[in-house]
């Protein structure tokens, strides 16, 4: 993980009255991190702690009533399909980053994101995945590649898993 401009600001403002101890040089000074040229985010976004999980994406983004309710329905054929099982938060995000561009410049248009339902030491539900993958959908970069999300009919993985509805590639 490499620091950000924001990174090195708070670090100069946090160092700025520090002398070294006597006798020992000072560390080279560190230089500002040149702006990253288009690149996969490193980190997954975590949603705010008051901000409930979205059940679907409004369909108002150019998809019609009767295809979203055939998504919800499970009734139109599945392009693509992801298992994020068993990833970590991080490696999940990226994936699913890669993936959803991939089915996108594919002209894929309905994904299956397979999230698992997350199981805790206490039987409990915990699935970090599951949670955080409907706020990865919605914001970018996967935001702009995304028209709809649904949560998966029974057949399809129910709980643990999520239809996924792809804009159409632009040329």
Known sequence: MTASAEDFDVWRRLTQGVRPLPGRPLPPASRRPEPAAKREPEEPPAPAPDEAAPRSTPAGGGIDKRTARRIRRGALPIDA???????TREEAFRRLTRFIAESQAAGRRLVLVVTGKGRGADGISSGVIRRDAPHWLARPPNAARVLDTAP??????GEGALYVYLRKRRP
């Open 81 to 87: 399909r992801i298992d994020l099982h068993g990833m």
């Open 152 to 157: 998966a009919q029974p057949r399809h993985g």
